[in-house]
């Protein structure tokens, strides 16, 4: 038997169960992973609060682990057991062990390790798309990133820097404005402050073309309020909740681009996802990009981890240990 987190019915942190389940078998094209460590994400709470929905329920939430392959289901010749893996994006990650499609593994380097790997898979990726395909940063660019102390924002504020860009990264505390300072970032904003007119001195007058705003309602308005004419906005997630604004503001503002990408998109050609992956395995080995994992928890406390996350007390990237 093995443990595992689940959701039964919708709601608040209180709704993980730690539950016992059959150890699973690999089904054709699957894998069987002993895992190490977990990863903590946002996503986690849009599948446990029911904004996202799983295909069905009992639901173990959880997208991305890293651990090693104990078995290989038919068809599978790519990994063999023994090979230390990590993945992003394959519902069911809460688990000690989990079965995987082939498809979705990459092979660990040497130099990562197991907790490492499941801080960086889904957040580093994400940060991955954004800075080289959705907008590819480039020297001169100045950019803005909300939630720059969290997961996806301090990689993406690293990131960034090393592609030669001026970093302005908006936080909640004057504890994460130094935290993402530390990270490189050239103006650390509080949420507090009149984020455009901020923008406004900073770029002369000017303004950004383009906007990294992962917290979604409460941010939308503002955020298109720092684009120059033209400018995109990426809005890449919903921490307060998803935006419902009309699109004809897009055009008072000044003739601006909107896209809401997802990783899934960007890494659903298996030649994308392993691009990816090494990309930033890459970013990290050369320490231009550094994982940092400021917070661990049992996998049975997940609903902890949870609190945690959602009540803006992690900063950096957050790991379950099964
Ligand atoms: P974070 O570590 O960034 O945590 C969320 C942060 O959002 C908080 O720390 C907080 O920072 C900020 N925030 C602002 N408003 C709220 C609010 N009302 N409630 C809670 N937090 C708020 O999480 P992740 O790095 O895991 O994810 C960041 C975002 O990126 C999420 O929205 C997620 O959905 C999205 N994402 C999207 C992907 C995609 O493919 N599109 C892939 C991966 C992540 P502060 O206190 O400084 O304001």
Not at 261 to 286: C, H, I, M, Q, W
Request: glycine share 10%; hydrophobic share 40%; with cysteine.
């Amino acid at each position: 038997m093995i443990h595992a987190i689940r959701v039964h019915e919708h709601g608040g942190p209180e709704k993980l169960t730690w539950d016992e389940l059959p150890k699973p078998n690999p089904k054709p094209g699957e894998v069987l992973i002993r895992q190490h460590a977990v990863g903590l994400n946002y996503i986690d709470v849009y599948f446990r609060t029911g904004l996202y929905k799983a295909p069905s329920m009992p639901v173990t939430i959880g997208m991305e682990g890293a651990g090693v392959v104990e078995a290989v289901g038919e068809a599978v010749t790519d990994f063999r057991p023994g090979d230390r893996v990590a993945y992003a994006g394959a519902l069911g990650a809460y688990a000690e062990y989990r079965c995987a499609p082939a498809e979705k593994l990459v092979k660990i380097p040497d130099g990562i390790d197991f907790t490492q790997a499941a801080a960086m898979m889904l957040q580093g990726m994400t940060a991955q798309f954004l800075v080289k395909r959705t907008y590819p940063v480039k020297r001169g660019d100045t950019i803005l990133v909300h939630a720059a102390a969290g997961g996806v924002g301090s990689i993406l504020v690293q990131w960034a820097k090393h592609l030669g860009a001026t970093v302005i990264g908006v936080v909640s505390t004057p504890e994460k404005a130094d935290l993402v300072k530390g990270l490189g970032a050239d103006h650390a904003l509080l949420t507090s402050e009149a984020i455009p007119a901020r923008v406004k001195e900073i770029t002369g007058g000017a303004m950004l073309p383009v906007v990294y705003d992962s917290v979604g309602k409460d941010t939308f308005l503002t955020s298109l309020d720092c684009l120059r004419p033209f400018g995109l906005m990426i809005s890449y997630g919903n921490a307060s909740g998803p935006v419902t604004t009309d699109l004809g503001v897009l055009a008072a503002k000044g003739s601006l681009y909107v896209t809401r990408p997802t990783l899934n998109t960007y890494t659903a050609k298996r030649e994308d996802l392993v691009a990816t992956a090494n990309d930033l395995f890459g970013v990290v080995k050369s320490g231009a990009v550094k994982i940092a994992v400021n917070q661990t928890f049992p996998l049975k406390d997940a609903a902890e981890a949870h609190r945690a996350l959602e009540s803006r007390r992690t900063t950096g990237s957050t790991v379950l240990i099964p």
